[in-house]
């Protein structure tokens, strides 16, 4: 009999258990479609208090373009200035050498076939595993970066951020099942800082982070300042930065690494980043960036 009446009681226990959690789950369903509902409602208040204009023109977008350019995933440029965003077209994974010719922004994929590297990667290869760029530095995306750089409007972040989901590619390695890569940017030196002030790398490679769900952490340091690489011929950007970084105090350095910046050039900076991260430890250091200089 008290044997009966113990089962009885553990099964009304488990009744209220799996009715609580149900209700739970219809709660949590709940919450996020009003959530939506009223993230909807106020970006259509919002685009009627200030339509949405091209980044690049500052015209106002049509009606369709406003629809869209509201929603995640969508580019906010008009019909007339996407032709300047030039897509980077198949370059050499290993250094994001462009190889053949690139196309307009959205009509194609970017990079090279996998494991098609360039003359100069089969013969020497990289500190780097992987370079993947979205645009090519020139035209619209240029002036677009060069806005975002001087001001550190939070509409060109977005934009920016944009771009490298899009089209930075970050190829999945031995080490990259292990867990989500650590997003690391390329530091600047301190009084780089004070003297240039303006946005920095690490915005960017924080927000790209943050829209990924990766981890983000500042490992290296600047330890000595260099002249800017924007002035220097293609011979001395090579040197320039040769023993410029080093990490920072304490840091732990994860088996596979990210490093996120806004142009690539030459590829020493990042290339020197990626040296001192696989000395440190590093299973497999990959590098995103917006554009790629030619």
Same mark, same amino acid.
């Given at each position: 009999?008290?044997?009966g009446?113990?089962k #009885?009681?553990?099964?009304r226990? #488990?009744?209220?258990?799996?009715?609580? +959690?149900r209700?739970?789950i219809?709660?949590?369903?709940?919450?996020v479609?009003?959530?939506?509902?009223?993230?909807?409602?106020?970006?259509?208040v919002?685009?009627?208090?200030a339509?949405?204009r091209c980044?690049?023109?500052?015209?106002?977008l049509?009606?369709?373009?406003?629809?869209?350019?509201?929603?995640?995933g969508a580019?906010?440029?008009?019909?007339?200035c996407?032709p300047?965003?030039?897509?980077?077209?198949?370059?050499?994974p290993?250094?994001g050498?462009?190889?053949?010719?690139?196309?307009?922004?959205g009509?194609?994929?970017?990079?090279?076939?996998?494991?098609?590297f360039?003359?100069?990667c089969?013969?020497?290869?990289?500190?780097?595993d992987?370079?993947?760029c979205?645009?090519v530095?020139? =035209?619209?995306?240029?002036e677009?970066?060069?806005?975002?750089k001087?001001s550190?409007?939070?509409?060109?972040?977005?934009?920016?951020v944009?771009?490298?989901?899009?089209?930075?590619?970050c190829?999945?390695?031995?080490?990259a099942?292990?867990g989500?890569?650590?997003?690391?940017?390329?530091?600047r030196?301190?009084?780089?800082?004070?003297?240039?002030?303006?946005?920095?790398g690490?915005?960017?490679?924080?927000a790209?982070?943050?829209?990924?769900?990766?981890r983000?952490?500042?490992l290296?340091?600047k330890t000595r +300042?260099t002249?800017?690489?924007?002035?220097l011929?293609?011979?001395a +950007?090579?040197?320039?930065?040769?023993g410029?970084?080093?990490?920072?105090?304490?840091?732990?350095?994860?088996?596979?690494?990210?490093?996120?910046?806004?142009v690539l050039?030459?590829?020493?900076?990042?290339?020197?980043?990626? #040296?001192?991260?696989k000395?440190? =430890?590093a299973?497999r250091?990959?590098?995103?960036?917006?554009? #790629?200089s030619?």
């Amino acid at each position: 009999m008290a044997a009966g009446a113990q089962k #009885r009681k553990r099964s009304r226990h #488990r009744k209220r258990k799996a009715n609580a +959690r149900r209700l739970q789950i219809t709660f949590g369903r709940l919450t996020v479609f009003l959530w939506r509902m009223i993230c909807w409602l106020a970006g259509g208040v919002l685009d009627l208090l200030a339509p949405p204009r091209c980044l690049c023109c500052d015209e106002l977008l049509p009606l369709q373009a406003r629809v869209s350019a509201g929603s995640k995933g969508a580019l906010p440029v008009c019909e007339s200035c996407r032709p300047g965003l030039v897509q980077m077209g198949p370059a050499c994974p290993r250094c994001g050498a462009l190889v053949a010719a690139a196309g307009v922004l959205g009509g194609g994929s970017c990079g090279a076939g996998p494991g098609v590297f360039c003359g100069a990667c089969e013969s020497a290869h990289p500190p780097q595993d992987s370079v993947s760029c979205s645009l090519v530095y020139e =035209g619209t995306g240029k002036e677009i970066l060069l806005a975002w750089k001087n001001s550190g409007e939070q509409a060109l972040l977005v934009f920016l951020v944009e771009l490298l989901l899009r089209c930075g590619k970050c190829p999945a390695g031995p080490s990259a099942g292990a867990g989500r890569p650590l997003v690391c940017p390329v530091p600047r030196h301190p009084l780089d800082r004070l003297f240039r002030p303006g946005a920095e790398g690490a915005h960017l490679a924080a927000a790209f982070a943050s829209r990924r769900r990766w981890r983000f952490g500042r490992l290296l340091r600047k330890t000595r +300042r260099t002249p800017r690489q924007a002035v220097l011929g293609r011979k001395a +950007r090579l040197v320039n930065l040769r023993g410029a970084f080093c990490l920072r105090r304490g840091v732990k350095i994860p088996s596979h690494v990210v490093i996120v910046d806004d142009v690539l050039t030459t590829g020493s900076t990042v290339g020197e980043c990626a #040296r001192v991260l696989k000395k440190a =430890g590093a299973e497999r250091v990959d590098v995103i960036t917006v554009a #790629r200089s030619l």
